[in-house]
Structure formats: C-alpha cells, structure tokens
C-alpha cells in the first residue's frame, strides 16, 4: 500500500461513521461545525505534507533522476529541488563517485577467487590472473533503467573480454612484458561492449593487479624468470661493451682517414714541387750543362757529407796516410 493509500484511508476514516455522525437524522443532513473544523485541519496537513514531500536534496557526489508515473523525465544536479508529490519519483545515483569492481580475488581479505582468475593461453598453459576495473557512471538514467542488473553485467563484459585477450598471447607475454598492453586492450574493448549495451558506463581504469602461473608450475616459472633475467644483463653489458668500443674504434678510423688524406695531398704537393724542379734544373742544364752538373754534384755532397760524423782526407802523392777528422762546411756559389 503507498503512502497516498494511507493517507486517503486515514481521511475515509475520519468522515465515517467511526469517528462521527452527520448531523441530522435523513440522508440529507450536514456536518457537525466539529467535523467541518477537522476536515479543514486535514486538508491543510496533506498541503504541508505534499510541500514538505516535494521538495529534496542532491548531494554532491550524486545525480537525481525524476520520473513521473513511472516514465523518465530529467536528471537533476547537486543541489535542492522540487518534485510534484506522489506523482513524481526520485532515484540517487552515486555518478561523481568512482566506483570499482574486483576479479580473482576478495578484496578485503585478498582471497583467491580461481574460478575467475584461472584462465587458458594462447599457447595452452594456464595464468592466474587478479585485475581490478574502475568506472564512473556518465548516465544515470541509463544506469537505472537500461540494465537490470548493471555490475553484474560489467562483471560478466570484463570476464569475458580479459579471457579473449590473454587467450590471444604467449604465457610468457602475459607473466612479463605484455601486462600493461593487456590492460589497454581489455579496457578498449570492455568500453565498445558496455557502449553497445547503452548502460551509462564510462571506464576510469583497468590494472592487472597480480600474474602468476598456477601453485604446481611456479618453481619451473621461477627458474625460466631468472634465467630471463640473466639474459636481460648480459645484453645489458654487450650493449655497454658496444657503447664504448664502437665509437672509439669509429674515432680511431676517422683519424686514419684524415691523416691519410693528409699524407697523400702533402705527397701529391712534394711531387709536384720535385717535378717542377727538376723541370727548372733542366732548363738551367740546357743553357750552361758544365756548370750545372758541376753544382748539382757539389749539392749531392753536401747532403752527403751532413750526414756523416767524419772524413779522411787523402793525398794521392803521399805516402803515408794521415786521418784528419772534421765537418765539411761548404757554401754554395
């Protein structure tokens, strides 16, 4: 029975015979000035009653959807509003509240939930995995009246988009490097979902919160994650050793290069200095041969005998020799 029934069962009463009698003795007679007295009171409680019951409160972390004889009518923000009583209905949604929902574990204890966290990979080994989903509801009517039952419905989206996606990858991806690419994926496709259903539901977050293969296999897991590991530094250390080797050795190559090319302009440079030389001493030889290979020779000798740290100067006529040690210092005429 609604409030309205009450009320008007309340009032039925009051004009019956259980509370008063008409006044007279036919069919025809009025109301006692008590009974008028009473029926003025009542009238002005059920107006105060309806004001005081129309007007409500949003706070605000919530939005007030109205509906009037059970159809949608507005969404009401944070604040004080007012409503047609007993005709109009108010529904508070939590919409300014980030909300959250839990798979493979209970969140207040951290109790493993298998049935939700065990699941197949793609190359056929099992993962157990724990995520957590977060959202904010973007249209409370919708929220309301579009679903049911809507966590139920986002539990059974989110279960059934995490088991396609791991179902997609490698058990080692999953264990290790893919998780964050998981967790993207998941909520991309979760949000395509939920938005085809129409539900009013715009996804914050999606975070896998523990990957971890099965109690019977995760010692073998654990051994393949160290050797892992080990491979991780010793690329680590190849690449530091090639860091600091390449370069050097390119340094080196570089300034091999640059003397090389150095070293064949000077000799380039030489060649053409000799060359056009020796086209002037020849020219020279041409006008006056005697005295130009007489200077040419006394030339030679002198570079010679530079290079020497002594001579011995020898008579032709003389019978006995005598060294005499000294440095020739010659000037060219």
């Known amino acids: 029975m609604s409030e309205f029934d009450d009320y008007a069962n309340k009032v039925r009463d009051i004009f019956s015979g259980k509370k008063g009698k008409p006044n007279g003795s036919g ?12 029926f003025y009171i009542v009238g002005v409680f059920f107006l105060l009653l309806s004001a005081f019951k129309g007007f409500y409160t ?13 159809e949608y009518i507005k969404t009401n923000q944070p ?10 209905e108010t529904y508070k949604v939590k919409s300014k509240k980030r909300q959250e929902e839990v798979f493979g574990f209970v969140a207040s204890t951290r109790a493993s939930v298998t049935a939700e966290s065990l699941m197949l990979t793609g190359d056929l080994n099992l993962a157990d ?14 929220f309301l009246f579009q679903a049911q039952n809507v966590k139920k419905a986002i539990r059974d989206v989110s279960m059934s988009v995490m088991r396609r996606v791991v179902g997609d990858r490698l058990v080692g991806e999953v264990l290790t490097t893919g998780r964050t690419e998981i967790a993207l994926e998941v909520k991309e496709l979760m949000q395509e979902t939920i938005n085809k259903y129409d539900l009013g539901i715009l996804l914050q977050t999606v975070a896998l919160q523990s990957v971890t293969p099965p109690d019977p ?10 050797a892992m590991q080990e491979q991780e530094q010793a690329i680590n250390a190849a690449e530091r ?5 390449i370069p050097e050795a390119r340094g080196k190559a570089e300034q091999l ?3 090389a090319e150095a070293y064949a302009i000077d000799t380039i440079n030489r060649a053409k200095g000799n060359a056009e030389r020796f086209s002037n001493v020849l020219t020279e030889y041409k006008k ?6 007489k200077r040419l020779y006394i030339e030679a000798m002198e570079e010679i005998l530079e290079q020497t740290d002594g001579f011995v100067l020898v008579d032709e006529g003389a019978k006995g020799l005598m060294p005499i040690y000294g440095r020739l210092q010659t000037e060219a005429k």
């Open 79 to 88: 604040g004080l509003h007012f409503k047609i009583p007993w005709v109009d």
């Open 257 to 259: 290069l640059a003397d």
């Open 58 to 70: 949003v706070e605000a972390d919530e939005e007030a959807v109205v509906t009037r004889f059970g």
């Open 288 to 293: 006056a041969p005697s005295i130009t290979r």
């Open 129 to 142: 995995v724990e995520w957590i989903v977060q959202y904010e509801i973007s249209d409370p009517a919708k």
């Open 241 to 245: 050793e090639y860091n600091r080797v």
């Open 217 to 226: 296999v995760k010692p073998a897991f654990n051994d393949v994650n160290t």
């Open 27 to 38: 069919p025809g007679g009025g109301f006692p000035q008590s009974n008028n007295t009473i």
